[in-house]
């Protein structure tokens, strides 16, 4: 069984910037990994992707220039660095991992079979 666990969430203000991290434990890190974001009253959304290896990775229009998405196979992480944060990037943040991820974007939520329980991040203006 795989379990994701997330952190780096917090309060922020507007310009600032947080990283967040997801450690996974249970199975062979090899499997796409993607963030996901959902703020109160809303779907969860589509942030960022990366490969199984790392050489590839996708954003939302939202994020593109902003966030950037890495991993460590060697120490089975995932990490968000959100920089220029603004107000409406306040949502509780999830890292997800894809199995049946193909290629492309995978935005998809069912595409992804382990979820973490979520960080929470607040950008004050």
């Known amino acids: 069984q795989v379990q994701l666990v997330e952190s780096g969430g917090g309060l922020v203000q507007a310009g600032g910037s947080l990283r967040l991290s997801c450690v996974a434990s249970g199975r062979t890190f090899r499997y796409s990994m993607g963030w996901f974001r959902q703020a109160p009253g809303k779907e969860r959304e589509f942030v960022a992707r990366?490969?199984?290896?790392?050489?590839?990775?996708f954003y939302a229009d939202s994020a593109k220039g902003r966030f950037t998405i890495s991993r460590d196979n060697a120490k089975d992480t995932v990490s968000l660095q959100m920089d220029s944060l603004k107000p409406e990037d306040t949502a509780v943040y999830y890292c997800?991992?894809?199995?049946?991820?193909?290629?492309?974007?995978?935005?998809?939520?069912?595409?992804?079979?382990?979820w973490g329980q979520g960080t929470q991040v607040t950008v004050s203006s």
């Open positions: 997800a991992g894809a199995t049946r991820c193909a290629g492309g974007t995978c935005a998809d939520t069912g595409l992804y079979d382990y």
């Open positions: 990366i490969s199984v290896t790392g050489l590839t990775t």
